[in-house]
């Protein structure tokens, strides 16, 4: 069956399977390979996108599901060719290693810096226990998304660091 | 795994799901798809149909009156995280959903997935079993109302016939001043709880306890009420000493699962110390 949806910015129409999930879509039709698929049973966190602004897993969301949405994949998060304050913020922390669950943890941090731009280490650490890392042991995650914050609108000033 | 093949519907009108459901043997419903799709990835389930009702609009209301909330089959953990007249008017609802999966999850998985899927740690049942819920569902042969303490008959088992759909939760009012709380034990927040405790009471006017409400999750094949403990708290006042007595009581009632994740034992244990911790805050003590 058909299904149309905006991504990214641009309207797509597609062809797959009921069975085909969002995230298969995403990397197989449509070549958007920056979407991670982990466990593929919505436990890792690194196939998250944004769905109408909200961070879902891709796996576990049909592409027919998709039908008329928005979605918003890594890829989407910066328009230019320059990285998102979010982004440059996961640079400048070593935020990453092996950057394997790197395009979950931005979709899913900026997400929440959209809705709570004030939110403190410990909310950040509740909604990023949705994602798994086997690298960094997350220290650097938090340190990189509290930081950004200060990009967000809302958001506490640069250097508050609470 | 990728999943099995089916056929999908998207029907406009709830009718139009029921008759679906009805017409294919082994037809699943479709809401968040955050338990069936999973259990379709293990291969642990391969429904020849799913009836996707993310048309119906009528089932993501939040209702309050002064019978109570009425949640449709639709609403989202993070649609009751979001609505702060929940706060007031059913606190221990508020308080066990914010246990419920983690944030992608939370949004997309739905109040009437959680039933229907009835998994024997989840929040959403065992609040509905604590708290009295009536379960409204509807099926080719019309309407019926259930108790939610009717509805559960073991790990992913429940009454649901094949063509019904549950619409709503209807939670009964909560009292003014009524005492509560709730207390889960899982490796991470958001994971599947080793055993979780809610418990309610109301007082009378010398502080004695009565209509308690003890409901424990994980620690059986199904969410189910401890009316043995339930029986031990009313009509004493809440003292550390009944709570203990009540916390030995509790771990006594309960029939847990033996598997990786704990012994029998184990959970038993848990479970008493779960409940003690969880009167200890309706009672205020610390």
């Not at chain 1, 943890?105 to 950040?124: G, Y």
């Not at chain 2, 019309?142 to 939670?171: K, W, Y």
Request: charged share 20%; hydrophobic share 45%; proline share 5%.
């Amino acid at each position: 069956m058909v299904v149309t949806f905006n991504l990214n910015g641009n309207p797509v129409e597609v062809e797959v399977e009921g069975r085909t999930t969002l995230v298969d879509c995403l990397r197989h039709q449509l070549g958007q390979t920056g979407t991670h698929v982990g466990c593929e049973h919505g436990v890792c966190g690194a196939c998250t996108v944004l769905v109408d602004g909200e961070a879902v897993r891709a796996c576990l969301t049909l592409a027919v599901q998709a039908e008329g949405v928005q979605v918003v994949t890594v890829e989407g998060l910066s328009r230019e060719e320059d990285l998102t304050p979010l982004q440059k913020a996961f640079r400048k922390h070593h935020a990453l290693q092996c950057g394997f669950c790197t395009p979950g943890m931005l979709t899913t941090a900026h997400a929440l810096l959209s809705n709570e731009p004030t939110a403190d280490a410990d909310r950040i650490r509740e909604v990023l226990s949705g994602n798994i890392c086997r690298c960094t042991g997350y220290i650097p995650i938090v340190e990189a998304v509290l930081e950004a914050r200060s990009a967000y609108p809302g958001g506490p000033p640069a250097g508050d660091a609470k | 795994m990728k999943l099995p093949r089916f056929d999908y519907a998207r029907p406009k009108t709830l009718r139009e799901a029921i008759g679906l459901l009805g017409a294919t043997d082994g037809a699943k419903l479709l809401a968040g798809g955050q338990s069936l799709i999973p259990v379709m990835a293990y291969r642990l389930a391969a429904p020849p149909l799913l009836v996707d009702i993310c048309d119906l609009e009528e089932l993501t209301r939040i209702t309050l009156s002064r019978s109570g909330v009425s949640l449709g089959a639709r609403v989202r953990w993070c649609d009751i995280e979001a609505d702060k007249r929940l706060q007031e008017a059913q606190p221990l609802l508020v308080a066990m959903i914010s246990h419920v999966a983690h944030y992608q999850i939370r949004n997309r998985g739905t109040v009437g997935g959680s039933l229907a899927h009835a998994d024997p740690a989840a929040e959403m049942p065992g609040f509905a079993v604590t708290c009295d819920v009536e379960l409204v569902v509807m099926g080719s042969a019309g309407q019926r109302i259930v108790a939610a303490r009717e509805f559960f008959l073991g790990p992913l088992e429940t009454v649901l016939r094949p063509d019904e759909i549950i619409v709503e939760a209807r939670i009964p009012a909560w009292q003014p001043g009524r005492r509560w709380g709730f207390e889960e034990f899982a490796r991470r927040r958001g994971d599947f709880a080793l055993a979780g405790i809610a418990v309610f009471f109301d007082e009378d006017a010398a502080g004695r306890m009565s209509n308690a409400h003890v409901g424990a999750i994980g620690a059986a094949s199904y969410p189910r009420r401890l009316v043995a403990v339930e029986d031990l708290l009313n009509g004493q006042n809440a003292t550390a000493e009944v709570i203990e007595a009540a916390g030995q009581a509790a771990g006594e009632a309960v029939d847990p699962m033996d598997d990786l994740h704990g012994s029998v034992e184990y959970r038993r244990a848990l479970v008493s110390t779960l409940t003690e911790r969880a009167l200890r805050h309706a009672a205020g003590l610390q």
